[in-house]
T-cell receptor
């Protein structure tokens, strides 16, 4: 079982819709979670980090963390074609002291 | 402020040849990571440095891969000899300290082994 799991997609949403990206993790010792965006041929860049249960909002992005269910999600409101990319979920485990990435979900926003 | 600098951006070699990748971190970032990313996959950690010390190299294939970080700044990742399965993007990332810190990635070095 991979430590961080994501549906590889592609997830297709129309422009202006809400895109919902999901991630589950197996290590209950994971403390912090990150969402990175990776455009094709580019390197990952951080868009959101979340450290405690609940929601965290930043502009059009909302990250949600539920440690009891071992579930992390990213909502993108008013999706734009420029949001089309692969979104990587990552978790930090204090026990292993490392950040583990999921395989990524490819998002396609259709104009 | 300059970001994480990697070179070369692209490298094509024949199998059994050696190859080396270089990474210059953001100034003040004492934690440095080398990740490998295969097509359609997430980055996988190869090695993590705290200053000049390799604190996690458990995923580094030590029979053919080696890395060093002299003086706790620049780092080099070497593969010798390269195999077809080594074709991937090699990403260097750095952070301020270890722990749950944000990683800043370099542009990556894309390796193709023929």
């Amino acid at each position: 079982q991979k430590e961080v799991e994501q549906n590889s997609g592609p997830l297709s949403v129309p422009e202006g819709a809400i895109a919902s990206l999901n991630c589950t993790y197996s290590d209950r010792g994971s403390q912090s979670f990150f969402w990175y965006r990776q455009y094709s041929g580019k390197s990952p860049e951080l868009i959101m980090s979340i450290y405690s249960n609940g929601d965290k909002e930043d502009g059009r992005f909302t990250a949600q963390l539920n440690k009891a269910s071992q579930y992390v999600s990213l909502l993108i409101r008013d999706s734009q074609p420029s949001d089309s990319a692969t979104y990587l979920c990552a978790g930090y485990s204090g026990g292993y002291q490392k950040v583990t990435f999921g395989t990524g979900t490819k998002l396609q926003v259709i104009p | 402020e300059a970001g994480v600098v990697q070179s070369p951006r692209y490298k094509i070699i024949e199998k059994k040849q050696p190859v080396a990748f270089w990474c210059n971190p953001i100034s003040g970032h004492n934690t440095l990571y080398w990740y490998r990313q295969n097509l359609g996959q997430g980055p996988e950690l190869l090695i993590r440095y705290e200053n000049e010390e390799a604190v996690d190299d458990s995923q580094l294939p030590k029979d053919r891969f080696s890395a060093e970080r002299l003086k706790g700044v620049d780092s080099t990742l070497k593969i010798q000899p390269a195999e077809l399965g080594d074709s991937a993007v090699y990403l260097c990332a750095t952070s301020i300290g270890s722990g749950a810190n944000v990683l800043t990635f370099g542009a990556g070095s894309r390796l193709t082994v023929l």
